[in-house]
């Protein structure tokens, strides 16, 4: 029995290094998700490329430690007798020794509250990318005068009229 335990904590160990990536790697793409609210607003095109590339670079490295963790997860849930579905976390912490127990802990809320804030500042880019969409095809509809808009112009006496024909601006006074 205490080789098992011994085997649980070496993989616990495994676990939290993995762990430790995925955190970083949150704070990375929170980070990255800023630079590219930053760089839309700033039109700036070859930086955008660039972070693309970047973030395109470094997705296999995340894969990688994605199934490190499902790996390090079945071998858990075998060690403690579940299925690999019902390993979590939690489940883990409640079968800890004290001070593993405490670090597992910490990882889990420090990834929570990361995660939470992933999640808003993925609205938030995804929100801003809309509405430059929304935007971007209002002004095609303005300048290349797409599915026959009709303008709205109001006389000197208030009352509206609809002109087709124009395409910019009138210019009549």
Do not use: W
Not at 33 to 40: A, D, F, G, H
Not at 48 to 55: F, N, P, R, T
């Amino acid at each position: 029995m205490k080789a098992t335990a011994i085997s649980i904590e070496d993989k616990v160990d495994e676990l939290l290094i993995v762990l430790d990536k995925d955190i970083r790697h949150i704070q990375q793409s929170l980070s990255q998700l800023n630079e590219l609210r930053s760089l839309v607003i700033k039109r700036d095109d070859v930086s955008l490329g660039k972070l693309l590339e970047l973030i395109q670079g470094k997705s296999d490295s995340y894969l990688r430690n994605e199934h490190k963790r499902q790996l390090i997860r079945k071998d858990l849930a075998s060690a403690l007798g579940c299925g690999p579905e019902q390993m979590t976390l939690s489940r883990l912490e409640a079968g800890l020794p004290k001070e593993k127990r405490e670090q597992v802990a910490e990882r889990k809320t420090k990834l929570k509250s990361l995660i939470g804030e992933l999640k808003k500042e993925h609205l938030s880019t995804a929100l801003l990318l809309s509405e430059c969409s929304r935007f971007n095809r209002m002004l095609l509809k303005g300048v290349f005068n797409l599915e026959n808009t009709r303008t709205v112009c109001y006389g000197s006496n208030g009352a509206t009229k609809q002109q087709s024909d124009m395409a910019f601006v009138n210019l009549q006074f």
